[in-house]
Structure formats: C-alpha cells, structure tokens
C-alpha cells in the first residue's frame, strides 16, 4: 500500500441504521465529578480500566482491518520502505467491522463521551484504528485534531482504547490545557511531518512545544485503559522504538454545540457529498445520535 491516505472501499453500509440504533441499550456509567472537572480544565484524562471487557473483541476487530485494509474505509500507512516498522491507521469502519459496530452500539462509551463533553447529547463522528508494529521509531507530529475534521465546535471528545501495554516513553503526550487557547493549528501529515496545503489563513503553525514541558500530560497505559481528550487538544510521540505493538481503537464524539464546517483544505477523514453548509447540524441518518438512549 502507498504511505499516505487511500480511498474508502466504502464507509455507509447500513441502511436501517436507526432501528439499529433504537433496538440496542448503551449502558450508563457514572464518572466521578472530579474527573468531569479535569478534563474540562486539562482537555485530557486517563479512566483505567474502563474497557477492559472490550478489548479482545476490539483486537478481533482490528486484526481483520489489518489483514485486508483495502475491504475497509480510509486505510493510511505513514511508513515508508525505507522505515523500519508500520504505522497502520484507519477510519469509519463501526459500520464494516462487526466488533466496532457491538462496541459503538453496547458499550458504556457514549455516557461517559456525554459526561466528559457536559453535553445532553453524543452523537458518533467515527471511529479511529492504529497500529504501531514492533519496530516503529516514527513520531506522530505535535497536532491536534481539530482542523482535520469538517466539524466547529468546544463538545468534543475522542475516547481512545488502548489494546497494549504502553510505556511511558512510547506513549501519546498531550499538553495539558491547549484545548483552551483558541488558536487553531494547521493539521501535519502523520507519514512527512509536513502542514497540510491549506487556503484558511485563520490556521496557525504549532508551536514549539518542548517550551511548555512542564505541563505534558503522558501516562503509561495498560490494555482496557481510555485516554479521552478534546479535538482540541494537542498530543503527538516520539520517535522511541516501539518495543512492543501498540494498538488502540477510537471513538470520535460530538456535542450539543457541534456543527458542520466547510474546510478550506483537505480533511480526514476525507468525508465529502455530505449534503451540509457550514452550520447545520451533523446528520444523525449517518452520526448517529447514541446518548441518550431511546426506543421508539
């Protein structure tokens, strides 16, 4: 597969998508007030051990994006031959994928988005696989994930699955409180480091964030452990080998205050032919609306 952003093989295949949604339960789970609170004033929080059930059937999952990319939505690979390792990601899949799909239906993941996000209301954007095989010294670049995406709002949240044992030095940094700065940075390919092309003169370089190394949050995970952070915040790695494969699995949430946006440049995922203006509220025919849970 050539390094970069391929193709959808298809990303919308389920047609009765909102008798799915009605006919299945997501559970309730309840998150201290003090974990709430920090993620709002840090833009990132770690819940340990809030999957853990979730995480063999998720590695199921995986493998079978890993084995075939090209039967799936938006495979990436940011190696190229001439790097050691691989560096898999891919977008859009809970509706191909059986496992994501019991997990986007059945877990606790939209509650807890919900509450993190102090939103009535979550509603799924998609859903984020990586792969980091042993091997790997490719860093992700400072970013944050923002300005990928075809959505403006401050209700966001990704809950990130780890899958593997992460060291600290192998694992995503995060600076604390960038959520809050109001800059929005130009989004940087994963495989070149380099900032997107991109006509939005409002979009910023990111700075350099080595200056504010006192306030990263890095936190050694284990497999069944969330990171969830705003669309805001900034994270990246380094490029310490990869000892081991790290894997995770995503979930992308929005808010009551989201709204479409019409980006001046490239997006990825590359949803296009949405049938949206800038404004007008994410269509829940194909984000479904998955907190609260209703029955009709």
């Not at 003090?34 to 999952?61: C, H, I, M, Y």
């Not at 504010?212 to 452990?225: C, K, L, R, T, Y």
């Amino acid at each position: 597969m050539a390094v970069g952003n391929n193709p959808a093989a298809q990303w919308r295949s389920i047609q009765n998508l909102e008798e799915l949604v009605a006919s299945t339960v997501r559970p309730w789970t309840e998150l201290p007030t003090e974990t709430v609170q920090k993620f709002q004033n840090d833009g990132v929080v770690v819940l340990r051990q809030a999957f853990t059930e979730w995480v063999e059937p998720l590695s199921v999952g995986l493998d079978r994006n890993l084995e075939n990319p090209q039967a799936f939505a938006f495979p990436c690979e940011s190696i190229s031959e001439d790097e050691a390792g691989r560096f898999f990601d891919s977008y859009c899949n809970w509706q191909l994928i059986p496992e994501y799909l019991r997990f986007v239906l059945t877990s606790p993941a939209a509650a807890i988005a919900a509450q993190l996000m102090v939103s009535d209301t979550a509603q799924l954007f998609h859903d984020h696989a990586f792969s980091k095989e042993q091997g790997t010294s490719k860093a992700t670049p400072w970013h944050h994930d923002l300005p990928y995406y075809c959505i403006a709002g401050t209700q966001t949240v990704s809950i990130y699955v780890a899958l593997d044992n992460t060291p600290i030095e192998t694992g995503v940094r995060f600076l604390k409180g960038s959520h809050r700065g109001g800059e929005t940075y130009r989004p940087r390919d994963f495989a070149s480091g380099a900032e997107y092309e991109n006509a939005d003169n409002s979009l910023v370089s990111v700075p350099d964030i080595d200056d504010h190394s006192e306030n990263i949050f890095i936190e050694a995970v284990e497999p069944g452990d969330a990171l969830c952070f705003d669309f805001r915040t900034l994270h990246g790695t380094t490029s310490a080998p990869i000892e081991k494969r790290r894997r995770a699995f995503s979930t992308r949430w929005l808010g009551d205050d989201v709204r479409y946006l019409e980006r001046q440049g490239e997006t990825s995922p590359p949803l296009n032919d949405l049938g949206l203006q800038s404004g007008d509220v994410m269509r829940p025919d194909l984000f479904p609306v998955l907190w609260p849970v209703s029955h009709e």
